[in-house]
């Protein structure tokens, strides 16, 4: 017998999301099922909108990080620049820095 995950709480058969869709459109994702087997999940517009915002910022992200790739000399020239501007620092400039 074979098993499959339903990652939602409520659950509803394809025959009964035909004869009224719209009841089902909601704040959280409900399953629905073809011979008890879940066939798709039906969502409402702003749990959708919502993914869609998380999953961009994600995409941005990793775009970001993907764009920033410094070659060796790049990396050993922003060091060369931290420690000179570390050196050339008052104190007064000092008191600003802190730890991450």
Known sequence: METHAILAEKSVSI?????????????QPIAVLSHNKPAGYVIGAELFEEMMR????????RAFRGRFRPSGAELAEYCKSSAAALKDAKPENLEEFTKW
């Open 54 to 61: 998380l999953i961009g910022d994600r995409e941005e992200a």
């Open 15 to 27: 025959s009964a999301l035909r004869n009224n869709p719209a009841q089902y459109f909601g704040d």
